[in-house]
């Protein structure tokens, strides 16, 4: 997991730096801070189950079944949560 989440962190980077040196990057990232800002907070309204389930399978990066291992539940719970989560998060954004 160390690995994954070093490459993804590294990745993340370099796309920032070609970003930044892209015509109208200060608009580009304006925009990708705002979008950031509002996952985050849509984030805070979910159900701390599924905000748990989110938060884990996607920034932790753990697969369904480590998931399931870490809250405590099946491994079809956990796509349940995911799913409901992301529908939610879904309309949130969009608003």
Known sequence: MAISNA????????????AARMPGATQSLGHDVEAREDLRRALLHLPERQRAAVVLRFYEDLSVQQTAEVMGCPAGTVKSLVSRAMDSLRLEVSR
């Open 7 to 18: 490459r993804r962190v590294k990745a993340e980077r370099a796309r920032v730096e070609r």
